[in-house]
T-cell receptor
Framework: DAKTTQPPSMDCAEGRAANLPCNHS???????VYWYRQIHSQGPQYIIH???NNETNEMASLIITEDRKSSTLILPHATLRDTAVYYC??????????FGTGTSLTVIP | ETGVTQTPRHLVMGMTNKKSLKCEQH?????MYWYKQSAKKPLELMFV???????ENNSVPSRFSPECPNSSHLFLHLHTLQPEDSALYLC???????????????FGSGTRLTVV
């Protein structure tokens, strides 16, 4: 599976949009982009995934560039409960999920 | 509650003890996984079971022994552990297919293991 690169940490003001970037320049055509988050000492939680179209659900939006070499997870109105480590994972169907170090997002009051 | 239940939540054991971690999923999934997360390290995939058969074992020491008696239950049997095995052990499950309806893995809340 392709490798991903994320900034180690980010801050966001409460109520503002949090935009978390992910680079996956070696992604292949059959690899999906997944986002998970892990709140301290809990299991990771699925957020969203996509192949090439932008996706939106009740938690977040996923914007994938046209060349699919990068993506951005958007939390439209960050709350204190969104403070967590966010993982961007690229995965071929049938392969396992391998987690990197992710981005530690801190939402500031 | 995510639909994946892990017990116990916390466990302290001596290096000569034998204990087991339990994971149960109520989601109708057909694949289950054990991950280890040590302090300030990424999650490490330990074992993968698909349709109750072990399909992956990522060079895990033999003091960790998994068991999957059916598609809803997964155990991790522990014996003669070392202090460096202290970590958060996470179980996950999934439906083994891909596509728009595949939401990836559902994780439990984990067992915090301390080896003394």
């Amino acid at each position: 599976d392709a490798k991903t690169t994320q900034p180690p940490s980010m801050d966001c003001a409460e109520g503002r949009a949090a935009n978390l970037p992910c680079n996956h320049s070696t992604i292949s055509g059959n690899e999906y982009v997944y986002w998970y988050r892990q709140i301290h000492s809990q299991g990771p939680q699925y957020i969203i995934h996509g192949l090439k179209n932008n996706e939106t659900n009740e938690m977040a939006s996923l914007i994938i560039t046209e060349d699919r070499k990068s993506s951005t997870l958007i939390l439209p109105h960050a709350t204190l409960r969104d403070t967590a480590v966010y993982y961007c994972i690229v995965r071929v169907a049938g392969n396992q999920f391998y987690f990197g170090t992710g981005t530690s997002l801190t939402v500031i009051p | 509650e995510t639909g994946v239940t892990q017990t116990p939540r916390h466990l302290v054991m001596g290096m000569t003890n034998k204990k087991s971690l339990k994971c149960e999923q109520h989601l109708g999934h057909n694949a289950m996984y054990w991950y280890k997360q040590s302090a300030k390290k990424p999650l490490e995939l330990m074992f993968v079971y698909s349709l109750e058969e072990r399909v992956e074992n990522n060079s895990v020491p033999s003091r960790f022994s998994p068991e999957c008696p059916n598609s809803s239950h997964l155990f991790l049997h522990l014996h003669t552990l070392q202090p460096e095995d202290s970590a958060l052990y996470l179980c996950a499950s999934s439906q083994d297919r891909i596509g728009p309806a595949n939401y990836g893995y559902t994780f439990g809340s984990g067992t915090r293991l301390t080896v003394v």
